[in-house]
């Protein structure tokens, strides 16, 4: 079974019945393409400047299994990314830290428990 290796799809009935639930909850989010990787923390400031140029809007590890499998088994399947840090030329702020990150979390899986009762 072969597939692109680059870019791996959601489920576009998926990920559209998710963006309506997220935009119905005035849930603030952008909708876009991920770099996937099971390399984390070791990307280098050239690979994050291409996947940039690409469209990714965030680089994240877990998706690549999750994706991985859903399109050779021909499942559904699409994410919702809460970003934590955040990498810029001069700087790495780490954002697990504090509140902010705990509350989007949760509104997040409340929107998600709420919207399959």
Known sequence: YGFDCDFLETT?????EMEQVLSGKGICFHRGKHWTTDAGYRETWGQVMDYRDKGALCVEMEGVGLFTIANYRKCMAT?????SDVYSEN??????EGNDIKRAVGAVI????????
């Open 12 to 16: 576009q009935a998926l990920t559209d």
């Open 110 to 117: 409340d929107m998600i428990i709420e919207s399959i009762r």
């Open 91 to 96: 700087d790495w702020k780490l954002g697990w």
């Open 79 to 83: 994410g919702i990314y809460v970003v």
